[in-house]
C-alpha cells in the first residue's frame, strides 16, 4: 500500500506570510506525529495526534504553529507569520497504533524556506 | 527525559569494509531504541529496533545492533559496506511507560568511498 505522502515537496515563502503543509498518512494508521528537521540536525517532535485530538503538542515552539486532524486521516500543519528561523524539513510519521514501542513510518517531507 | 548521542558527525569508510557508528542513550528508565536511514530528499526507513529479549539485534540491509544497558549504548554495526549504504543515520530512544515520543540523536553521516 502507499506510504506516508507529504506536500508540497518544497514550498517558498517570504517572511510573515502564512503556510499549511498536509500529510497523509498510512490508511489505519491512528497516531500521526510532526517533526521539524534543521540542516544537520535529528526530528525534532512538534505534536502527536492519537485520532482527532492532539495528545500532545509539547513540541510547537510558539503559538504561531498550529495542526489540526479533523478527521482523524489527513492532517495539516498550519504556521502563522512565519519568520526565517522557520526554514526547515517538516517530516510527518504515522505508526498504527501509539505506543514507544510502534515503528513509526515517516514521509519524505516538505522542505520550507522562508526568505 | 531521555536523551541520545551520536557520538560521530561523519564516518568515511571504503566500500567493503566493516563500520560501527556509535549511539549512546540517557534514561532514568528502560528504553526502547532504534536506528533508523534517511537517503537523500527521502523521509527516515527503520534500519532495526530493540524492544526486549535478544541484546543483538539484526535489520534491513545486513546491518545489525548490540544494545548494552551498562554502557547505555546501542551501536550500529556492518561487516561490508557498499557505496549504496551512503546516507543518514539516527539513533533514536522512547522510555518504557513514559512518553511514547522518541528522542532522535543528531545523525551519523556515513560515507562509502570506492
Known sequence: GAGVSQ??????????????????????????????????????????????GAADDSGLPNDRFFAVRPEGSVSTLKIQRTERGDSAVYLCASSLLRGGRNEQFFGPGTRLTVL | AQSVTQLDSQVPVFEEAPVELRCNYSSSVSVYLFWYVQYPNQGLQLLLKYLSGSTLVKGINGFEAEFN????????????????????????VSELGGSYIPTFGRGTSLIVHP
Do not use: M
Open chain 1, 7 to 52: 506536500t508540497p515537496s518544497n514550498k517558498v515563502t517570504e517572511k510573515g506570510k502564512y503556510v499549511e503543509l498536509r500529510c497523509d498518512p498510512i490508511s489505519g494508521h491512528t497516531a500521526l506525529y510532526w517533526y521539524r528537521q534543521s540542516l544537520g540536525q535529528g526530528p525534532e517532535f512538534l505534536i502527536y495526534f492519537q485520532g482527532t
Open chain 2, 69 to 92: 544497558k551498562s554502557q547505555t549504548s546501542f551501536h550500529l554495526r556492518k561487516p561490508s559496506v557498499h557505496i549504496s549504504d551512503t546516507a543518514e543515520y539516527f539513533c533514536a
